[in-house]
């Protein structure tokens, strides 16, 4: 239950980060429209502070509740490479990854984000689902 | 630089460690813990449809007010998506992120957010998303990214 309490208000601080930004400069908070701009040269000084602010955030977790935030990676390096490969180059045909298209697409009622977020979630449900046999 | 364009930086930052701080505390930034949503049929754990549903509803909260806004706080006007097209390439590239968040469970956010705790197999992640990125941009060729 305390995972649950723990998710929604994360969740809700996900949802405020992205309420600041449109509010603020009226842009969307797309993790993968703002790192693919900073490739590009595109927004490179509120990008670059986004990114740093982002990584500040579990700065702040271990400040205040004196732990990192646990984050457990099993799969192998090949995986690794090939998953990042295939989130960056997918995040980058689609428009948007879990933040623009599944926060502020879902909230915007978007039907383009609630296509690619059916979409994801079931690819990576059927992957997920697959890989389970190989483990 | 503008004294605006220095709010806008800062806004930016803010922003940033919000969301950090929200993948930190929800449980979303462990690979594992967003591998155990997708995961259905075995152990499920649903807390990511709590992270999700807080997220959503406090974002329309917020754009809700940007509907009565004639222009944002910093900046001379609002740069929301206006495509709607439901095509192949939003498909195709949504399934294929979604192939790819599903084998290591990590998404750009907490990827990127999780850089700071400096360990190897996240740096090794995201080095190989902005290859991912830039090798998109070689084939399809670099459009500016404005459609969400």
């Known amino acids: 239950m305390a995972t649950y309490a723990s998710g929604l208000l994360g969740g809700m601080l996900i949802g405020l980060s992205a309420v600041v930004l449109v509010l603020a400069n009226g842009r969307v908070a797309g993790v993968s429209g703002i790192a693919g701009r900073l490739l590009q040269g595109v927004q490179t000084a509120t990008g670059t502070a986004f990114v740093i602010g982002l990584s500040l955030g579990p700065v702040l977790y271990r400040l205040v509740l004196g732990e990192w935030p646990p984050v457990v990676l099993a799969a192998s390096w090949p995986i690794v490479v090939a998953g990042g490969l295939l989130v960056g180059y997918g995040s980058r045909m689609g428009s948007g990854c879990t933040s623009g298209h599944g926060v502020v697409g879902l909230a915007r009622l978007s039907r383009r984000s609630m296509a690619a977020v059916g979409t994801f979630m079931a690819t990576a449900v059927a992957t997920v689902y697959l890989m389970g046999f190989f483990q | ?148």
């Open chain 2, 1 to 148: 630089m503008n004294r605006n364009a220095v709010y806008r930086v800062a806004a930016a930052l803010a922003s940033g460690v919000i969301f950090g701080l929200g993948l930190s505390i929800s449980g979303m930034l462990n690979p594992a813990r967003v591998r155990g949503f997708l995961d259905i049929t075995r152990d499920w754990d649903p807390t990511l449809a709590f992270v999700l549903g807080g997220a959503v509803i406090v974002s329309a909260a917020g754009l809700a007010l940007v509907r009565r806004m004639p222009r944002p706080l910093l900046d001379d006007r609002f740069y929301l998506p206006e495509t709607r097209v439901i095509d192949r390439r939003l498909i195709v590239g949504s399934a294929i992120f979604g192939v790819g968040w599903g084998m290591v469970g990590l998404c750009p956010g907490p990827a990127l957010a999780s850089l700071s705790l400096g360990l190897p197999a996240t740096v090794l992640f995201v080095a190989a998303m902005f290859a991912g990125m830039a090798a998109h941009d070689r084939l399809q060729g670099a459009r500016p990214w404005q459609r969400v």
